[in-house]
Structure formats: C-alpha cells, structure tokens
C-alpha cells in the first residue's frame, strides 16, 4: 500500500534486490481477492498476508493463505513448490 | 519486613516485556514468532513472581498493612490484563482475516497487473514471467508475496 518512494527508502535500508511493486490504490490487492478493509493503523486498508507461486505461463502452481497473520510461508516451503516449476 | 513487594513489581514488569518483546523481538525469528511460545514463558515466570508477591502481601503475620495487600492485587490483576490482551491479540485477533475466496487456486491463471516498482517504473505480471533470469536462463515463474502493509 505504500507509495514508491516509502518502498525505495525501506528496499535500500534492507539491501532487497527484488523487485518491489507498490500497490496505493489496491488495485492488484483487489484483483487477487486479498483486501483488508479498514484494517490499517489509521484505519486504511490493508492487504491479508499471501503468497503466490506462478509459472512462466501465469498458472498459480501453489499458494499460501495464511489463517494466522503471524505465520507466513517460511523460505524452505517456497523453495520445495519452487523445485515443481519446469 | 521490605516495605517495597519485589516480587509483585517484578511479576508486572516481567507480564509487561513477555508482551512487547512479541512485536519487537520474538516476532523477528519464525521459530517464535508462528507460536508464541518464549513470550508464554515469560508469562509463566511473571506468574511465578507474582504468586510469590501474594503470598508474601497476604502473610500471616501482621507485618503486611491493608495497603500492600490491595497493592499486591492490583499489580496481579494488571498482570493478568497484559497477559489477557497478548493471548486475545496473537490468537483471536490476528485470525481476523478476510475468507478471501476469490483469490486464484491452483491451477487458475494468476491475474494480470502493472504496478509501479522502487524507480518509478511501471512493470507488468507479464513482463515480470518472461524477463529472464539474472544467470541469462529463461523464467521459470515468479514468487508473488503480498504484504500486510505493516506490521
């Protein structure tokens, strides 16, 4: 939900080499179903924690949708339905 | 006698860092952050010292004034609200999540979106599938990951 500039700042203080998107209007956050109305500090809304594993075709080979916003998909996870793409 | 009940301060002031220490500290390693268990500890040792802090407010003796009495029940109540709090935020609260059933399953097609990256760029999934890999081989897909938005 942060603007580009936020992203920037936060990407290069944690030294991320990833690509960073930025979502302000959540427009994306939408389309995947993944809104959190309101939900925010100040009130705003916010996304609900998701991960999605797409293959060169744009299928989704696997997903994490956690019941719990304290538990993410931990990096081995990822990487074992990573090993499933051609 | 100790006018200053050591042990019922310290069980307070223990509830209190076994609940900020969550967020702060425990919440940065997955191993105590997906279940809370070293803040549980905390907890139980904050209990501890506090049963101790009763006991000894609560004494037989005559030592122990009115006042020490309704302070030791004070700072355990206290206790038991942080204790109260920490349990309903990690476990009731932050279940609160939207069903999201229309978000795409496997084997669905992964929406298309164009986004704004870190330089002011404007990059599609599209674009994002195809650009290959930093090592020259081609895409083999791309890791989504959807963030809160803060903490």
């Given amino acids: ?86 | 006698m100790r006018k200053f009940n050591l042990s019922a301060w310290a069980g307070f002031l223990l509830s209190v860092v076994a609940f900020i220490s969550y967020p702060f500290v425990f919440a940065r390693w997955s191993i105590t952050r997906d279940f809370p268990w070293a803040n549980l500890v905390l907890f139980g040792f904050a209990v501890v010292l506090l049963t101790i802090g009763m006991r000894r407010a609560f004494a037989a003796d005559r030592s122990h004034p009115k006042r020490a009495k309704i302070a030791a029940s004070l700072l355990v109540t206290l206790s038991m609200l942080v204790l109260g709090l920490f349990l309903f935020s990690t476990f009731i609260m932050a279940r609160w999540l939207p069903a999201s059933h229309g978000a795409p399953q496997v084997g669905q097609k992964a929406p298309d979106f164009t986004l704004t990256d870190t330089n002011g760029k404007r990059v599609s999934l599209g674009e994002i599938l195809t650009t290959s890999a930093t090592n020259g081989q081609a895409s083999k897909g791309a890791l989504l990951i959807f963030y809160r938005g803060y903490w």
């Fill in chain 1, 1 to 86: 939900m942060d603007s580009p500039e936020v992203t920037r700042d936060l990407c290069a203080k944690a030294g991320y080499t990833f690509t960073f998107l930025s979502d302000p209007k959540a427009e994306a956050i939408r389309r995947y179903d993944l809104l959190h109305a309101g939900a925010g500090i100040n009130g705003q809304d916010i996304a609900r924690p998701a991960e999605f594993l797409v293959d060169a075709s744009g299928t989704v080979r696997w997903l994490n949708l956690t019941e719990n916003y304290w538990v993410r998909a931990r990096p081995e996870q990822i990487l074992e339905a990573a090993k499933t793409l051609r």
